[in-house]
């Protein structure tokens, strides 16, 4: 059994949306919605050979990058690992531009030379997007010593995987974002496989949040199918970097409902366990049962937002297959910055 059946129910005792307001839950939910429905186009145009080299997936997960999201301010940043299509349109990065990158056109974010797992937009605080596992931890931190020198009150969120949790220079990152108290979140996104490997066979103590002890550096699990609790856990985290009270560990049990790449057939784990979590744990279904049992929210509220965003993928695909290829001149640009 994964361990997101066994995560608490979706439920808050305060108010019916937790932190939110009605507008504010109805945007969290077209922000889940759109990275579901834009993952899934995505996995149909690798499908028909138009996006080429690694394409990694997201579905299953969008609580975690949107209930984070919608606590930030607009001075923070975020850096995470290659599985970053999502967390790139819950920081507003125009969903043309992504997929635009995955079919390698030039109205792509990297004008079509990076594809997957090379994209950024510094006017969107997003910077990166990393192929190796646990690169992007330590320029988590370099991004916020730099909002610490600024004096900006910035915060940097750094995504990782839990199999990037195990990996050496997370553990030195640790170690001077604690001893300097940058302002910096590491968000642990344990989905339970590192690439084909579960946690229970790869890792001998899973209780990531934990992994900061030896530099006082304080952690929670949360429930990652579960937005409210998300949101509730990156509130206290955000604060107390934002309050110059140095790093905090925020552990999310959540899960991937495709293989770990495209090319993945996840033959590692049952059919069983998939439909399972899909079908009792799938947590954009919780919110809309949230959002209906309120009764602040009606079917109609849901069906108007699944509307607009078929219409936005729809002219999203169109931009993504009909803008040009880059020229072959851009082979020799953005290559070399001269200081």
Excluded at 93 to 101: F, L, T
Excluded at 218 to 224: I, S, T
Excluded at 246 to 260: D, E, N, Q, S, V
Aim: aromatic share 10%; net charge negative; proline share 3%.
């Amino acid at each position: 059994m994964s361990s997101v059946a066994r995560a608490s129910s979706f439920e808050d005792k305060t108010t019916p949306f937790g932190a939110y307001d009605r507008n504010a839950f109805l945007k969290a939910y077209e922000q889940m919605v759109l990275i579901r429905r834009f993952e899934e186009r995505a996995a149909q145009l690798y499908g028909m050979g138009l996006i080429g080299g690694f394409c990694h997936l997201y579905i299953g997960q969008e609580a975690v990058v949107v209930g984070i999201q919608s606590a930030m301010q607009p001075q923070d940043t975020v850096i995470t690992s290659y599985r970053d299509h999502g967390h790139m349109l819950a920081c507003d990065m125009d969903p043309r531009g992504v997929m635009a990158e995955l079919t390698g056109r030039s109205g792509g974010y990297s004008k079509g030379k990076g594809g997957s797992m090379h994209m950024f937009s510094r006017e969107k605080g997003f910077y990166g997007g990393h192929g190796i596992v646990g690169a992007q931890v330590p320029i988590g931190a370099g991004l916020a010593f730099a909002h610490k020198y600024k004096g900006d009150k910035g915060v940097c969120v750094a995504y990782l995987g839990d199999g990037a949790a195990n990996q050496g220079q997370v553990y030195e990152t640790l170690n001077m974002a604690a001893l300097w108290k940058l302002p910096v979140v590491f968000v642990i996104e344990n989905n339970e496989y590192a690439m084909g490997t579960s946690t229970a066979r790869g890792t001998s103590n899973a209780n990531f949040e934990n992994r900061g002890e030896p530099w006082g550096i304080p952690g929670r699990v949360v429930n990652g199918m579960n937005l409210i609790q998300v949101r509730e856990a990156a509130d206290w985290a955000l604060e107390r970097a934002r309050s110059g009270e140095g790093p905090a560990i925020l552990h999310f049990k959540t899960y991937r409902y495709r293989g770990h790449s495209m090319s993945d057939p996840a033959k590692y784990r049952t059919k069983e366990e998939v439909e399972e979590v899909k079908t009792s744990h799938d947590a954009i279904d919780a919110i809309r049962n949230l959002g209906l049992a309120s009764g602040k929210i009606t079917e109609s509220d849901f069906e108007s937002i699944e509307k607009r965003v078929k219409d936005i993928m729809k002219d999203v695909i169109e931009f993504a297959q009909t803008s040009p290829e880059p020229d072959e001149s851009e082979l020799y640009t953005d290559i070399l910055v001269e200081a």
